[in-house]
């Protein structure tokens, strides 16, 4: 099976290696990109010299006979790549966020409605095996209906949105999007409730400051002794480069939101991105009236605390693949989709719009100070 590629990023190169890994008979036909002849000569030296390259999406779309394609652009491209495709009927793998404004959310909402593709998300948190769980517990009635959540995301590394591209908001869209939206699903999948209201508030405490726009670490008289430096501090040996104490570091460093669902319970989320080291964390407690159960990414524990009884379960999951599995199913729907077979995404474009929507309410009612419907 042939894939064409738009936009040669990280995320996607990962994405496209549980692919091969889970069908071997899938390969890159084509690929699109801004770096055209830096992953030409990379993918050579990896002897895959057979490889057709595009000056633009369009192109490939026109000339390749393919039998899906994939878009790992910058995110701020993801509505406008993702309708060139819709046209073409073939299966697509997006990334998150699907839009990152709500005039590009609404665009993309309207192409779905009108050609109905068959989408897969970048959602492998609802695919995971902690959340998984999480929901046979759930299912199980042992602890009841779930009448409130609490879940974090402490992000140890969280410098990547203050001292790469990520750090304009142009392209972010705001923290939620980035990182909140992969939360907001699988929330939402694990209830299977309709979230109808959210209020929220974000805070920029730590990542400022005056020193000069686009300062790069190299170039800055503290970059030995700064905690945040690429040549001594938590930036070193990454392709991070910009000081993150600087007049134009965007995103705030810290988020909160209360998200009301339809039967009138509600969850509380807080992200962070300056916690480091033992202070990361990711996971959330659901709580019902017999029991609760909580679980966290990082240590792969679960555990199931009876109300009533002096019962605690505990399961240690171990890690399979990337994100605890959830890549692996990505991959293995999106080839399902591909070979045309009556599967449904595991991931599908609702899901994805859903948590975009939440995260831009989310977004403006930090801005406005106010409490928003999640609706179109």
Not at 102 to 114: A, F, P, R, S
Not at 294 to 315: L, R
Request: charged letters at 20%; glycine letters at 10%; a negative charge.
């Amino acid at each position: 099976m042939k894939l064409g590629i738009i936009g040669f990023g990280n995320r996607i190169q990962t994405v496209v290696r549980e692919i091969m890994q889970y069908e071997p008979a899938c390969r890159i036909q084509a690929i699109t990109d801004v770096r055209n002849e830096e992953i030409r000569n990379e993918m050579a030296e990896m002897e895959q010299s057979d490889i057709h390259y595009y000056e633009s999406p369009d192109q490939m779309l026109e000339k390749e006979k393919l039998d899906g394609v994939l878009i790992g652009t910058r995110c701020s491209l993801h509505t406008q790549m993702a309708l060139k495709v819709f046209g073409t009927g073939l299966p697509l793998y997006l990334e998150k966020p699907v839009a990152t404004t709500m005039e590009d959310l609404l665009l993309l909402k309207q192409g779905y409605e009108e050609t109905q593709p068959n989408v897969v998300v970048s959602f492998p948190l609802r695919a995971t095996s902690p959340v998984l769980l999480i929901k046979e517990i759930i299912a199980s009635g042992k602890i009841g209906t779930v009448e409130h959540v609490q879940a974090v995301n402490n992000v140890s590394y969280g410098s990547v949105y203050y001292q790469s591209w990520y750090r304009d908001e142009a392209e972010t869209g705001g923290l939620f999007l980035q990182k909140a939206t992969h939360d907001f699903d699988y929330i939402n999948a694990v209830l299977g409730l309709k979230p109808v209201s959210v209020c929220a508030m974000t805070s920029k405490q730590i990542f400022k400051g005056d020193k000069p726009a686009a300062l790069e670490c190299k170039d800055c008289e503290e970059q030995r002794t700064c905690p945040q430096s690429t040549v001594t501090g938590f930036g070193k040996g990454t392709n991070w480069k910009y000081c993150c104490f600087a007049e134009d570091t965007g995103n705030e460093d810290s988020g909160s939101a209360l998200i009301q669902y339809e039967s009138g319970m509600h969850v509380s989320y807080s992200q962070n991105f300056f916690a480091r080291r033992g202070a990361e964390a990711r996971g959330a407690r659901f709580l019902g009236y017999k029991g609760t159960v909580e679980f966290d990414f990082y240590t792969g524990i679960v555990k199931v605390f009876m109300h009533h009884t002096p019962s605690v379960e505990t399961y240690e999951l171990k890690s399979e693949g990337g994100h605890y599995g959830g890549d692996t199913a990505l991959a293995g729907s999106f080839v399902e989709l591909m070979r045309g077979g009556s599967e449904r995404s595991i991931a599908p474009l609702e899901d994805g719009l859903l948590s975009a929507l939440m995260c831009l309410k989310a977004r403006e009612s930090a801005v406005t100070h106010t409490f928003q419907p999640i609706s179109w």
